[in-house]
């Protein structure tokens, strides 16, 4: 059956750590709020929105005084359940998306498959040295927090690059413009699931 309506998610996450609230459109205009208390990641899921189209609300205060990976990977996990959400039984997508992004001397390759089944292959090689405060190495378990809640099989490799800020950017940008495309409706499957199993999901 086709998608009716419109294609949105809401997610609230709390725990003794963490408060986090995602909302996302999947058929938006790229519009975005995000205040996570972290201002490169922040900067981050703002790519995400402006180039996969999305519109993306994300609310989020964590034990930043601790470490900044509580928040990162809870948002996440919100992020990946509010696509999730609005996807719901994954009729009529492409399912499959792909992107090959350059960013001055940087070029990643991120490809996605929403089949339902989470995984992630990560070659990302970021410099230790944090991004404006950022820790580089929390791009993967943000990523694998996602993917395992978006229930997406998600691949990210960086062909080649040096600086930090673009290798992180263009690996969201990608991440942004593979889910575009795979979440996008394809009109000749006239809302018919995009498998021949009967049902995209784990398993």
């Keep these: 059956m086709a998608n009716k309506g419109p ?5 609230s996450r709390k725990t003794a750590e963490t408060e986090v609230k995602v909302e996302v459109n ?11 208390g972290i201002p490169f990641f922040d900067h981050m899921l703002a790519q995400l929105a402006r180039h996969g189209l ?6 989020a205060t964590g034990d930043l005084q601790v470490d900044l990976h509580h928040t990162v990977e809870d948002v996440g996990l ?10 719901g039984a994954r009729a009529g997508i492409h ?3 792909s992107a090959l992004i350059p960013f001055d001397e940087t070029l990643t390759e991120v490809a996605v498959d929403l089949s339902g089944r989470p995984y992630l292959v990560y070659n ?13 190495t929390l791009v993967k378990e943000f990523l694998h927090a996602f993917a395992v809640e978006a229930g997406a099989n998600l691949h990210v490799n960086g062909r ?10 263009s690996c969201f940008k990608g991440l942004a413009r593979a889910l575009r495309q795979a ?4 009109p000749r499957r006239a809302g018919a699931l995009p498998t021949t199993k009967g049902r995209l999901g784990r398993g």
């Design 95 to 97: 399912r499959y998306g």
């Design 78 to 87: 919100a992020l990946g359940a509010a696509l999730a959400e609005a996807l």
């Design 124 to 136: 990302l090689a970021c410099p230790a040295t944090p991004i404006g405060g950022f820790d580089p």
């Design 183 to 186: 979440v996008s409706l394809d």
């Design 160 to 169: 080649y690059g040096g600086n930090g800020h673009h290798v992180v950017e």
């Design 7 to 11: 294609r949105t998610g809401k997610v």
């Design 26 to 36: 999947l058929d938006g205009s790229g519009a975005f709020t995000v205040d996570t």
């Design 54 to 59: 999305f519109d993306l609300q994300v609310e």
